[in-house]
């Protein structure tokens, strides 16, 4: 069986798809999967064991056969009569990469099927392709964080870095269970930035100091000056008008609570939001999350790095 991480974006998030740095990390509390269960049927199928069991075929439109065709035109192989079946526990279209992961884990196990050893940068050119089909233009970060599997500071188009983190980190995930493309929330990010009576380069570029200003916080183990670096990093995405009502309500509860800082994470306007936290104020953080309409909050660790 192949499994991958859902992904959240620390700090960066549209400022990245222009040029900006962005980081990001793995979440390994929520995964998708994905086996090979038949080798006997009439045709090709994806079992989406999360979509109602919904079967999909070659007779469809769904972007996940593009992942088939390329992984298959990588493996130089036909189409197989076989079944894999796909769970997930990541929510979808709230930011966290769950179309990325789906993707991934899809290419692994066709790998596997065939024997057919593909090196994880393969697999994250095949799963960006994959990402063009849902949003015209992404940046990368998330298929390159969920593929590597590792905290990332990433750059369009630039060789992948990784990231120091002195100190373990405590994050809470907020979900406001509003689902959300990316796509409609990239494009109108795209309109806002050719349209040069706005400000919006300036806040893009804003955003890639915030993330740099991280990367020196991370290294440095410095949670209070991380949380001012993603309530900065919101305020910011909220001008972007990227931020939603729930999502300002969330990070405002977080803080309220006693959090070191929060944000939106992702594509925005609706999703998750973020919350950095220590041991004492987390689990208020956690019920103040819930009290003001999350559906669900999950905790992760950024662990620290040797
Ligand atoms: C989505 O997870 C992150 C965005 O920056 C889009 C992208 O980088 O492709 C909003």
Same mark, same amino acid.
């Given at each position: 069986?192949?499994?991958?991480?859902?992904?959240?974006? !620390?700090?960066?998030?549209?400022?990245?798809?222009?040029?900006? #740095?962005?980081?990001?990390?793995?979440?390994?509390?929520?995964?998708?999967? %994905?086996?090979?269960?038949?080798?006997?049927?009439?045709?090709?199928?994806?079992?989406? $064991?999360? !979509?109602?069991?919904?079967?999909? =075929?070659?007779?469809?439109?769904?972007?996940?056969?593009?992942?088939?065709? !390329?992984?298959?035109?990588? !493996?130089?192989?036909?189409? &197989?009569?076989?079944?894999?079946?796909?769970?997930?526990?990541? #929510?979808?279209?709230? /930011?966290?990469?769950? @179309?990325?992961?789906?993707?991934?884990?899809?290419? $692994?196990?066709? *790998?596997?099927?065939?024997?057919?050893?593909?090196?994880?940068?393969?697999?994250?050119?095949?799963?960006?392709?994959?990402?063009?089909?849902?949003?015209?233009? &992404?940046? /990368?970060?998330?298929?390159?964080?969920?593929?590597?599997?590792?905290?990332?500071?990433?750059?369009?188009?630039?060789?992948?870095?990784?990231?120091?983190? %002195?100190? &373990?980190?405590?994050?809470?995930?907020?979900?406001?269970?509003?689902?959300?493309?990316?796509?409609?929330?990239?494009?109108?990010?795209?309109?806002?930035?050719?349209?040069?009576?706005?400000?919006?380069?300036?806040?893009?570029?804003?955003? /890639?100091?915030?993330?740099?200003?991280? $990367?020196? *916080?991370?290294?440095?183990?410095?949670?209070?000056?991380? @949380?001012?670096?993603?309530?900065?990093?919101?305020?910011?995405?909220?001008?972007? =008008?990227?931020?939603?009502?729930?999502?300002?309500?969330?990070?405002?509860?977080?803080?309220?609570?006693?959090?070191?800082?929060?944000?939106?994470?992702? /594509?925005? $306007?609706?999703?998750?939001?973020?919350?950095?936290?220590?041991?004492? %104020?987390?689990?208020?953080?956690?019920?103040?999350?819930?009290?003001?309409? %999350?559906?669900?909050?999950?905790? =992760?660790?950024?662990?620290?790095?040797?």
């Amino acid at each position: 069986m192949s499994s991958a991480s859902a992904k959240i974006i !620390l700090f960066g998030e549209h400022a990245v798809v222009y040029g900006q #740095p962005a980081i990001a990390v793995p979440v390994s509390a929520l995964k998708a999967y %994905a086996k090979v269960v038949s080798t006997d049927v009439e045709q090709f199928q994806i079992i989406a $064991r999360d !979509l109602n069991d919904k079967i999909i =075929t070659f007779d469809e439109h769904e972007p996940l056969l593009r992942v088939v065709h !390329l992984t298959l035109e990588h !493996l130089g192989k036909t189409i &197989p009569d076989i079944a894999i079946e796909v769970r997930s526990d990541i #929510p979808i279209a709230s /930011g966290l990469g769950s @179309g990325a992961a789906i993707s991934t884990v899809i290419v $692994r196990a066709l *790998a596997d099927y065939f024997d057919f050893f593909l090196s994880d940068e393969i697999v994250n050119q095949i799963v960006f392709e994959s990402e063009k089909l849902h949003h015209g233009t &992404p940046s /990368g970060i998330d298929n390159t964080v969920i593929v590597y599997e590792k905290a990332v500071y990433f750059v369009r188009e630039q060789a992948i870095e990784s990231i120091k983190i %002195a100190t &373990p980190l405590k994050l809470l995930i907020g979900n406001t269970g509003r689902t959300a493309l990316t796509k409609h929330a990239v494009g109108d990010v795209a309109r806002l930035y050719k349209d040069k009576s706005t400000n919006t380069k300036q806040i893009v570029n804003q955003i /890639g100091i915030i993330s740099e200003k991280a $990367r020196v *916080a991370l290294e440095n183990g410095d949670a209070e000056l991380l @949380g001012k670096l993603m309530n900065h990093n919101h305020r910011l995405l909220r001008d972007l =008008t990227v931020s939603s009502d729930e999502l300002d309500t969330l990070v405002k509860v977080a803080t309220d609570a006693g959090a070191y800082g929060a944000k939106l994470s992702g /594509g925005g $306007r609706g999703g998750n939001m973020i919350a950095l936290v220590s041991d004492e %104020a987390q689990s208020i953080v956690e019920q103040a999350l819930l009290d003001a309409g %999350a559906v669900s909050v999950v905790s =992760t660790i950024l662990e620290a790095t040797d």
